[in-house]
């Protein structure tokens, strides 16, 4: 196997590259800085603005996730009750009550925050 070795011509290509990569980074973390640096009730402000948009899709999913765990719910306590069991009112009392929490939850949040 024959030997290669980089010629000093192709090392010094290869520093050249690099202080400009370097210089290149140096630059984009000073834009950087500059773009993140604002006024700090005004990124508050942004960021309250955002999670009260998000906040609706949110509750919406909560009741999306409350309707699927009920109707999971449902279906077992339905198989335990024609098997027989004996603790499917306790099963079907958990499963409502799961379901109950999601849609309180949600609801006293709404109200507590004035969204």
């Known amino acids: 196997m024959k030997n290669q070795f980089i ?3 192709q090392q010094l290509f290869a520093k050249f ?6 210089v290149n980074a ?3 973390l000073m834009d950087a800085t500059d773009a993140l640096a604002q006024d700090g009730s005004a990124g508050i402000n ?15 999913l909560m009741y999306a996730i409350g309707a699927v765990v009920g109707i999971v719910g449902a279906i077992k306590v339905y198989r ?7 603790d499917t009112n ?6 409502f009550g799961s379901c109950i929490f999601l849609v309180v939850v949600a609801t006293v949040i709404k109200s507590f925050f004035g969204l």
């Open 7 to 9: 010629t000093p011509k």
């Open 17 to 22: 590259l690099l202080a400009i990569f370097i």
């Open 26 to 28: 140096y630059f984009m």
């Open 46 to 60: 942004q960021a309250t603005t955002m999670v009260k948009s998000y906040f609706d899709a949110g509750c919406n």
């Open 80 to 86: 335990k009750w024609n098997e027989g069991e004996p």
């Open 90 to 95: 306790k099963v079907a009392a958990a499963w």
